[in-house]
Nanobody, 127 residues
Framework: QARLVESGGGLVQSGGSLTLSCAYS???????IGWFRQAPGKEREGVAA????????YYDDSGKGRFTISMDKAKNTVYLQMHSLKPEDTGVYSC?????????????????????WGQGTQVTVSS
């Protein structure tokens, strides 16, 4: 069964940068990958998503201009580069897969559209 493993989280000061990695044990050709953040006491929310076959990328408004999602198909890995980090970016970041064609502008941000999840990696931004 395909698995996802996140890495790259840590503690960073406000204004700093981190790059998260999501290693997928299957092929990225026929899935979409989403990155989600869950802050303490809050619902899980979509941060960004990408599909290889349609070359489509989605961003939440909070990350536009600061976050970049990308993929290395040869490594079956999706990255989330985060710059100008703010304390409100703090949370557990998880990646998840969905079927290509299942997500669009209207629903890519919804955790319910995703099937397989990684264990998550903690990102803490200090003020």
């Amino acid at each position: 069964q395909a698995r996802l493993v996140e890495s790259g989280g840590g503690l960073v000061q406000s204004g700093g940068s981190l790059t998260l990695s999501c290693a997928y044990s299957g092929s990225l050709d026929y899935v979409g990958i989403g990155w989600f953040r869950q802050a303490p006491g809050k619902e899980r929310e979509g941060v960004a998503a990408i599909t290889a076959i349609t070359r489509t990328i989605y961003y939440d408004d909070s990350g536009k201009g600061r976050f970049t999602i990308s993929m290395d198909k040869a490594k079956n890995t999706v990255y989330l580069q985060m710059h100008s980090l703010k304390p409100e970016d703090t949370g557990v970041y998880s990646c998840a897969t969905t079927t290509v064609g299942r997500i669009g502008n209207h629903n890519w941000w919804s955790p319910a559209q995703y099937d397989k999840w990684g264990q998550g990696t903690q990102v803490t931004v200090s003020s």
